[in-house]
């Protein structure tokens, strides 16, 4: 009778280790997707920001260009 409170004690805490070990693989993989999801927003961002530098170099470009036509156009 003893050994068997003492196995159905044994299950329990088994059945809990489990039941956390389950909730621990649940929060691991939501950081991983966190993390990904994270990666993936840093590396738009950084082709976003080279996107950005590319439209300033153009601009700039534009401009010199449309100051080298109105000084041709004066000259």
Known sequence: ????RLLVNLKQ??????????KMKQILVSLVDLLVNGAILIECSTKLMRYQRL????????????DLLVKGAYS
């Open 55 to 66: 439209l300033v170099n153009l601009k700039q470009i534009l401009v010199n260009l449309v």
């Open 1 to 4: 009778m003893r050994y068997q």
């Open 13 to 22: 805490i088994l059945v809990s280790l489990i039941d956390l070990l389950v």
